[in-house]
């Protein structure tokens, strides 16, 4: 069942977001667990890492829109409800997206590089967890770290506003 507080008709542009202990949260909401699941380089991908986040995100846990460091991700989630809703203008420069949608156990989404994924959030009343499988550029990953793979819009943000 999906959460009674879950607001599908929420604007994305409408999440607070702040920083807390020195990580970017949604305000009021729990931030999620994520852990490398796998890594490998293809031979039939050179220059290029196939490797798996497992987020785990708590009953209420959210968070802040971000994108993926230029990686195609295929999402799946093997635990609870997560809602997705994505912005991806380099596919079509008139997309609002497509609204929120809620995504149960087995089901997936695909996230083009250079999406913006403007919510994501535990949509249950259980923990939730997802594999979010990325097709990534190797010299990122290396030059950069697993961070490279989620970047906060604030932290981008608040980088900018520092060096200007």
């Not at 959460?3 to 009021?28: C, E, F, I, N, Y």
């Not at 785990?56 to 971000?66: L, R, Y």
Request: one cysteine or more; hydrophobic letters at 35%.
């Amino acid at each position: 069942m999906a959460s009674p507080d879950l607001k599908l008709d929420m604007r994305w542009q409408d999440q607070k977001v702040v920083k807390k202990d020195g990580a970017w949260t949604v305000d009021g909401r729990p931030g999620v667990g994520v852990e490398l699941a796998f890594k490998h380089a293809p031979a039939n991908i050179p220059d290029h890492y196939y490797l798996g986040l497992k987020v785990t995100t708590p009953v209420n846990g959210a968070t802040p829109p971000h994108t993926h460091g230029g990686g195609a991700i295929v999402a799946t989630v093997t635990k609870g409800k997560v809602l997705n809703q994505m912005v991806c203008p380099e596919h079509d420069p008139e997309s609002q997206g497509t609204g929120p949608k809620v995504y149960g156990v087995g089901e997936s989404w695909y996230e083009p590089p250079g999406c913006h994924h403007v919510r994501a959030e535990n949509a249950g009343d259980e923990e939730a967890e997802f594999i979010a499988a990325f097709v990534i550029d190797k010299k990122k990953v290396d030059d950069e770290g697993l961070g490279a793979l989620v970047v906060i819009d604030a932290e981008v943000e608040e980088a900018r506003r520092a060096k200007a």
